[in-house]
């Protein structure tokens, strides 16, 4: 079994996403992970999280079978664990939604959210969903982003 514990994190147009993947053995890999989106908010970073921790299991191929993503988020619970067939008007989402549907096929595949036995990888997985805000010119594509919506607004 290989559990993925997530969170994402927002910041102007940069999201951050950090899974904590832990094998069958214990034996922890950290992910760092960003991207920029022009409508960036908390909800989409968490949604970005799954989807990185989505690409991490599709990299693992047919060798592992049973997977488990921890979540806190309760509209990725909502998205991802009971209407998978409930397609959405957004194409971002519904693509997830066929990710997880594909990966059932063929292995145990569970979102849960995160509880006790996962707090502390919870907390590492949110300090990584923020390295992204060390990276100098992340800080500089931020602060450009930001004056760039003020000159609109105005």
């Given amino acids: 079994m290989r559990q993925f514990i997530i969170d994402?994190?927002?910041?102007?147009?940069?999201?951050?996403?950090g899974v904590v993947e832990v094998n069958g053995l214990g034996f922890l890999k950290t992910h760092t992970l960003q991207t920029f989106h022009l409508k960036a908010d908390a909800t989409l970073a968490e949604i970005y999280a799954f989807d990185c921790?989505?690409?991490?299991?599709?990299?693992?191929?047919?060798?592992?079978?049973?997977?488990?993503i921890y979540s806190d988020h309760k509209l990725v619970h909502k998205l991802f664990n009971k209407s998978l067939d409930e397609l959405t008007n957004d194409l971002y989402i519904d693509n997830i939604k066929k990710q997880v549907a594909l990966i059932k096929k063929?292995?145990?595949?569970?979102?849960?959210?995160?509880?006790?036995?996962?707090?502390?990888?919870?907390?590492?997985?949110?300090?990584?969903?923020?390295?992204?805000?060390?990276?100098?010119?992340?800080?500089?594509?931020?602060?450009?982003?930001?004056s760039l919506k003020m000159n609109i607004v105005n």
């Fill in 53 to 68: 921790a989505l690409q991490l299991i599709q990299q693992k191929g047919n060798a592992e079978r049973i997977f488990e």
């Fill in 106 to 146: 063929f292995a145990k595949f569970e979102l849960r959210y995160t509880d006790e036995s996962v707090k502390h990888y919870a907390k590492m997985a949110h300090l990584l969903s923020r390295e992204y805000m060390m990276d100098p010119l992340t800080e500089r594509i931020i602060k450009q982003s930001e």
């Fill in 8 to 17: 994402g994190s927002s910041k102007g147009i940069a999201m951050g996403a």
